[in-house]
């Protein structure tokens, strides 16, 4: 073909298969925004009756009713903000940073933030750390710091006895970060389903929890966004092992511009 020729014209097949895709895409999104909407309207339900029920000054106090509509408002804040960070992720929109990270103090950080919620379940809350670990690891701090809090979040909530432990194995500049627990376990059918959006699994002692089915689904994009990757093993009744690994080099392996002289 000679650059002044005109492209060759679509055939029927073509176009047949850009609406099929296009007709796809639009479902999908579809089914997205029905499912949003539904997870938006319940929240939102329950504000509207306890704000009634103040109205009309019932029994209730002023601070319960209080208490209840933070928590739903809570809640419709966290959906809206799981979407955005879906879309930002999709669209390519969020940067990707390199900080220096204080890995140790992270995972320190993370553990302390959980560990009154796992004593108040009775359960052990334990940090395992390689001894190779360096001191400082290059990273992007807040997108890595969510990936474990989500992680160590679900471990918690779904398990009722025994504990959870967030342990960290380092080598050549890849760390192997598994959150592993002793709780309810995922069905061999649910490992790949419970990463989808809004997809909570078919176990009922799962949906005995409080969720919208996000949690997995953000953290495994982000876990993709950071290059590394987030997969699943457990044994129903007997727990679960998130393992994500990600190179996270350390500040010195990162090539920087050499400066005359200095060597
Ligand atoms: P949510 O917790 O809001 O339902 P997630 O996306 O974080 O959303 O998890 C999806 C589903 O995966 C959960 O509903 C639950 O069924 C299952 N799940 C996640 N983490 C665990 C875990 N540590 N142990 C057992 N099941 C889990």
Do not use: C, W
Request: glycine share 8%.
């Amino acid at each position: 073909m000679t650059p002044d020729e005109p492209p060759p014209a679509p055939t029927i097949a073509d176009l047949q298969r850009a609406k099929a895709s296009a007709e796809a895409a639009n479902e999908a999104k579809t089914r997205y925004l029905v499912a949003v909407s539904h997870e938006i309207r319940s929240p939102l339900n329950v504000i509207y009756g306890y704000a009634q029920l103040l109205e009309r000054d019932d029994a209730m106090s002023g601070a319960e009713a209080g208490t209840i509509i933070r928590r739903s408002a809570e809640h419709v804040t966290n959906l809206v903000e799981g979407l955005l960070e879906i879309s930002r992720i999709e669209s390519g929109v969020m940067t990707i940073r390199s900080d220096i990270v204080d890995i140790r103090s992270l995972l320190d950080q993370v553990v302390d933030m959980f560990r009154a919620q796992a004593a108040a379940k009775g359960l052990d809350l334990t940090l395992v750390v390689a001894d190779r670990l360096p001191d400082q690891v290059k990273a992007d701090e807040k997108r890595l710091r969510q990936i474990l809090i989500n992680l160590v979040s679900n471990a918690i909530k779904y398990t009722q006895t025994g504990g959870v432990t967030l342990s960290v194995r380092y080598r050549s500049q890849v760390a192997d970060i598994a959150v592993s627990d002793t709780g309810i376990g995922i069905a061999p059918d649910d490992l790949e389903r419970v990463f989808a959006p809004f997809d909570r699994g078919s176990s009922a002692e799962a949906q005995l929890q409080p969720g919208i089915g996000l949690g997995l689904a953000i953290t495994r994009v982000l876990a993709n966004v950071l290059g590394g990757d987030l997969g699943v093993t457990s044994t129903p009744g007997v727990g679960s092992v998130f393992r994500f690994r990600v190179m996270l080099p350390t500040p010195a392996s990162v090539p920087r511009a050499v400066t005359p002289g200095a060597r």
